[in-house]
């Protein structure tokens, strides 16, 4: 629950976050997307928004209505997010991703629709750049919140993007399944910082991002301390 301490916490903070998924085209009417609705990363917004946060959102393709927030970029390809953050994230002071970003794309995306002729079709991906490993590898890079969906030894990978992507927090939940996450109002949570850690169970999104966003500005405090 808010505090009344937690009102405006976040006044003057800039964060820049994505969400949603990413689109990654085969040719001029087909995709490879994922199943990532945009509802935890709106939420977040909104709730960091609610925290008296700048919130700049980079959204890839979302059904949902956005949150009310400073500035809304609207993005489809990973490329296109990775533009999108890079021109701003000299300008931020938190970096938030909660995109599930296409880690392949189409190496040549086809110029007219692929007809349909052989039993078999093969086609070549190639690596996305890491949004937010990119973010975190800055000179002076911003505090940096990442998610990781996982659906398996959840903790263990979690650790691993946390250390290896040199990121200040992470956010971890089970996805598939019966779990919570992609397509699902409610979701749990797992999450981890160099010294911390806390669980936050399962509750509706929205309540999970006040809650999460609550956690962030606490470390966030903490790590300008
Ligand atoms: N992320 C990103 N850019 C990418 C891929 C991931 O910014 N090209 C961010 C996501 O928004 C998320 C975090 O990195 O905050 C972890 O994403 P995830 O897919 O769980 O991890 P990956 O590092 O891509 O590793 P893998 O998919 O192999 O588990
Ligand atoms: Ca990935």
């Not at 709106?42 to 500035?71: K, R, T």
């Not at 940096?144 to 659906?151: D, I, R, W």
Request: aromatic residues 4%; neutral net charge; glycine residues 8%.
């Amino acid at each position: 629950a808010l505090s009344g301490s937690d009102v405006q916490r976040l006044a003057g903070v800039r964060v820049l976050l994505t969400a949603g998924p990413t689109r990654e085209p085969l040719d001029p009417v087909r995709y490879l997307g994922n199943r990532s609705s945009g509802r935890m990363g709106y939420a977040l917004a909104g709730a960091l928004a609610d925290l008296g946060a700048h919130v700049v959102l980079v959204s890839g393709p979302s059904a949902l209505a956005p949150p009310a927030v400073a500035e809304l970029v609207r993005v489809e390809t990973a490329l296109e997010m990775h533009a999108a953050v890079t021109a701003r994230a000299r300008d931020c002071d938190v970096f938030v991703a909660t995109a599930a970003v296409a880690d392949y794309r189409p190496a040549e995306p086809a110029g007219s629709k692929i007809k349909k002729g052989a039993e078999t079709l093969e086609i070549r991906l190639v690596r996305n750049p890491d949004i937010l490993a990119e973010v975190a590898a800055l000179p002076k890079p911003p505090f940096t919140l990442g998610f990781a969906a996982e659906t398996n030894d959840v903790e263990q990978y979690a650790r691993g993007k946390l250390k290896d992507k040199r990121l200040d927090m992470i956010a971890a939940n089970r996805v598939g399944g019966d779990s919570g996450g992609f397509e699902r109002e409610e979701n749990a949570l797992l999450v981890l910082w160099n010294g911390g850690q806390r669980t936050l169970p399962m509750m509706s999104k929205v309540e999970l991002a006040r809650e999460l966003a609550v956690l962030l500005a606490e470390r966030y405090a903490e790590h300008h301390a």
